[in-house]
C-alpha cells in the first residue's frame, strides 16, 4: 500500500533563519507570538534585498543604461514571483502596492467610486479588518449605496443564512471578505461567497493578508476578481504588497494615483494611461521591497505552504487544550480544523494590555487590542482581547511559555 507523508517543516531548523531569534527580551529568548501583525525576516530575504541594492539599484523602467535595466529585472522578477504564488492567469494582472490596505483601498476607489450608487448593496462581513471595512463603508456612504455585514456566529464562523435578508437591500454589487480573520483565525469559504456575488452580478474581492503566508492562495481556483495580499505578514519587507485582478475589470478602471510611471502621454488637451499593471502603478515603486517580496515568496514556498498549515494547525490545537483547562481564560473562534494559526484570548478579571504587559516580562510578544476589528469587537461584546499568532518559525516551547505567563497574569493581576 502506498504512504503518502503528510508535508511537515522543522520550525527548530527554520529558526536558523531568523537572526532575532538569538535576541534576548528582559534577559529572555524571544517568544514571537505576533506574526498575525508582522512577521521576522529570514537572512534569505534580506541577503537578497542587500545584494540588490549593492549590485543591481537604479530607478526602474526609465533607464537604458545597464543598472537599470538589471533593476528592472529585479522588480520584474519579484512581480513574476508574486504572480506564480498566487497562480494568476498574467503578471499584467498583479500590480504592486504599499500593502494590503492600499490594495483594497485601490479598489474601493477605482471601482467602486465609478460603479456604486443608490439602489446598490455592498457587502462585507463583521469579521473584516478595518482596511476592508472602511474604505468599503466610506465609499458606500460617497456613492448611495447600501453598505451590510455578513453576521458571525456563536464560533466566530459566517452565518450565511443571513445572505437572504442582506440581498433584499437591493442590486448587490460586491461583496468583500477576508479569507482569513486576522482576530479569530477563521478561514472564510471565499469561494462560496465569490460563486454566490457571481450568480448576482456582483464582484468578489478577497483579503488574502492573513491567509496567503499560511496556505495556498490561487486566485483561478477560488474564481475571485480580486485578491489583496501583503509582504510582511510573509517573511517579507513592509512597504510592498499586491493586488490581483481581473484582467477586463483593471483594464475599465480609472487609474487610483497619477504621476510617474503610470502615465503613457501628456498634454495641456489630454493625459493618456500606461498599460497594466503600471496604470495602477505611480510614482518612483519600492523597489527593492519588490526583490524582497520574490524572495520571500521562494523562501516560504520552499517550505511549503501545506507544512505551514499542517504546522499551525497543530500549534492551535495544542494552544487551545492547553486553554481548556483554565476555566479562567475565554478563548474566540472556531474549532483548530476551521481556522488559521491564531488565537485570541481573554483572562478574567485581567484586562488585556496588562496581560500583554506581563507577558513582555517573561519575554512572550503578543498583541493586546482590537486589532483593528472594532465592529467583531462589539459582536464579540468586548472592547479588546489577547491575541497569540504563530508562523512557521513557532514551536510549542513558546506556547508553554504563553501559558505560564498567563497563569502569572492571573495570580499577580486576576
Ligand atoms: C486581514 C487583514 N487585512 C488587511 C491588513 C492590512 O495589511 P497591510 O499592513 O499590508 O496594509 C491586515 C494587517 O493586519 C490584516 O490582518
Not at 538589471?70 to 494582472?93: H, M
Not at 483554565?326 to 484570548?345: C, F, H, K, Q
Not at 467583531?376 to 497569540?388: C, D, I, N, Q, Y
Request: proline fraction near 5%.
Amino acid at each position: 500500500m502506498a504512504v503518502t507523508a503528510e508535508p511537515k517543516l522543522d520550525a527548530h531548523r527554520l529558526r536558523r533563519d531568523f537572526a532575532v531569534f538569538d535576541e534576548l527580551v528582559n534577559g529572555k529568548p524571544v517568544a514571537f507570538l505576533d506574526s498575525a501583525a508582522s512577521t521576522q525576516k529570514p537572512r534569505q530575504v534580506l541577503d537578497a534585498m542587500r545584494d540588490f541594492y549593492e549590485h543591481s539599484y537604479a530607478n526602474v523602467h526609465r533607464g537604458v543604461y545597464r543598472l537599470a535595466e538589471r533593476a528592472t529585472a529585479g522588480y520584474e522578477g519579484g512581480r513574476a514571483k508574486v504572480a506564480g504564488f498566487l497562480n494568476a492567469p498574467s503578471e499584467r494582472e498583479v500590480i504592486f502596492t504599499r500593502g494590503a490596505t492600499e490594495a483594497l483601498n485601490l479598489v474601493a476607489y477605482a471601482w467602486g467610486l465609478d460603479n456604486l450608487g443608490p439602489g446598490d448593496v455592498v457587502v462585507v462581513t463583521d469579521l473584516e479588518h478595518h482596511s476592508s471595512f472602511v474604505p468599503w463603508q466610506y465609499v458606500a456612504g460617497r456613492t448611495g449605496a447600501a453598505f451590510r455585514a455578513i453576521p458571525i456566529d456563536e464560533s466566530g464562523e459566517l452565518d450565511l443564512s443571513a445572505l437572504e435578508e442582506i440581498e433584499r437591500a437591493g442590486r448587490v454589487k460586491i461583496l468583500a471578505s477576508n479569507y482569513v480573520s486576522n482576530t479569530l483565525g477563521t478561514v472564510n469559504p471565499v469561494q462560496q461567497l465569490g460563486s454566490w456575488a457571481h450568480e448576482r452580478g456582483a464582484i468578489m474581492v478577497v483579503d488574502a493578508a492573513q491567509a496567503a503566508p499560511h496556505r495556498q492562495v490561487d486566485v483561478q481556483a477560488l474564481d475571485c476578481d480580486f485578491l489583496a495580499v501583503s509582504a510582511h505578514k510573509m517573511c517579507g519587507p513592509t512597504g510592498v504588497g499586491a493586488l490581483w485582478g481581473r484582467r477586463e475589470l483593471l483594464e475599465e478602471m480609472a487609474p487610483f494615483n497619477l504621476g510617474g510611471e503610470m502615465i503613457r502621454s501628456v498634454s495641456m488637451e489630454r493625459t493618456t494611461w500606461n498599460e497594466l499593471p503600471y496604470k495602477f502603478e505611480a510614482g518612483t515603486p519600492a523597489i527593492a521591497e519588490a526583490v524582497g517580496f520574490g524572495a520571500a515568496v521562494d523562501y516560504v514556498s520552499g517550505v511549503g505552504l501545506e507544512a505551514i498549515e499542517r504546522h499551525e494547525r497543530e500549534l492551535v490545537e495544542y494552544t487551545l487544550g492547553q486553554l481548556a483547562e483554565l476555566p479562567w481564560v475565554e478563548t474566540y473562534g472556531p474549532s483548530p480544523e476551521r481556522r488559521a494559526g491564531i488565537v485570541s484570548l481573554n483572562v478574567e478579571g485581567v484586562h488585556p494590555h496588562d496581560v500583554a504587559q506581563l507577558l513582555d516580562w517573561e519575554g512572550v510578544a503578543v498583541r493586546a487590542g482590537h486589532h483593528c476589528t472594532q465592529p467583531l469587537m462589539t459582536k464579540l461584546g468586548v472592547a479588546a482581547t489577547v491575541r497569540a499568532s504563530f508562523y512557521l518559525y513557532s514551536v510549542p516551547g513558546e506556547v508553554d511559555r504563553l501559558v505560564a505567563g498567563l497563569h502569572k497574569a492571573k495570580k499577580s493581576l486576576g
